[in-house]
């Protein structure tokens, strides 16, 4: 894996370590974290429940991705496969889903899975989202789901994701959006960067980042509000400045 951790990384790393070898998400009644219900065939649901790969995302990226047989589907930040799984569903045998993870234990884990499942299209990779490993313009779409926020350099994921995308590419991705800047003291809290907080950005900063990679044809729709979790002090002080962070469905075109 190439590139450098810096204590962000670090420190997502860890947390997101926890909740994988725990079995349990990041998500709480309060949270923005959706519940799937358009895919109620899940090709994994056979599985022994301690098997089951979990979401940690914030919604469902592939209601907009509109994947296609046959098509290359990268996935930023996939985690333990949940979203992988389902796209290699819908682009079948000839088509291929590639995952991207800096956690070893993500990685690990959808590995299995994936060999448990028998699915030859799908293939887990150690990275940074700062440092893509694949060529560039090689992938058909992009997913993913409530990732770029925890990045500490968007345009740096942002660009990456243009990189490898194939010229009319699509992104297609779920994230969480905060509905005015954040407060420096709370983007300085590593605990609110790992919960999906203190790494969100506006809509319009979003949209800047995207015009500027050079994506076109943007559109960034937001949930309704809904505050998320944090421990007690944290949560106080963000709601005490009123600060609220939504989901929200981005896609764009290279």
Avoid at 112 to 130: C, D, I, K, P, W
Wanted: a negative charge; aromatic letters at 6%; glycine letters at 6%.
């Amino acid at each position: 894996m190439t590139s450098s951790p810096s204590p962000l990384h670090d420190q997502i790393q860890r947390y997101y370590t926890t909740r994988v070898l725990q079995k349990e998400s990041c998500c709480s009644s309060s949270s923005c974290c959706s519940t799937r219900d358009a895919h109620p065939a899940l090709p994994f649901a056979h599985l022994p429940a301690e098997e089951q790969p979990i979401s940690f995302g914030c919604g469902d990226p592939l209601l907009i991705a509109e994947l296609q047989p046959g098509q290359v589907v990268l996935d930023l930040g996939s985690g333990t496969g949940y979203d992988c799984f389902l796209a290699a569903k819908q682009v079948g045998e000839s088509g291929k889903v590639i995952g991207v993870d800096m956690t070893p234990q993500m990685i690990l884990q959808a590995t299995q899975t994936a060999q448990r499942l028998g699915l030859s299209n799908v293939e887990f990779r150690l990275g940074y989202l700062e440092n893509l490993p694949l060529d560039s313009n090689s992938v058909d779409v992009i997913i993913s789901n409530c990732v770029i926020n925890l990045t500490p350099d968007k345009p740096q994921v942002l660009s990456e994701a243009y990189r490898v995308l194939k010229p009319g590419g699509k992104l297609a991705i779920t994230d969480v959006i905060c509905l005015q800047p954040l407060s420096a003291e709370l983007r300085q809290d590593l605990e609110a960067w790992a919960a999906c907080i203190a790494g969100a950005i506006t809509k319009d900063e979003f949209s800047q980042i995207l015009a500027a990679v050079g994506f076109r044809d943007i559109q960034i729709v937001l949930s309704d509000p809904a505050p998320l979790s944090l421990n007690p002090e944290a949560e106080r002080d963000f709601m005490e400045n009123a600060q609220r962070v939504v989901s929200a469905l981005i896609w764009a075109r290279k």
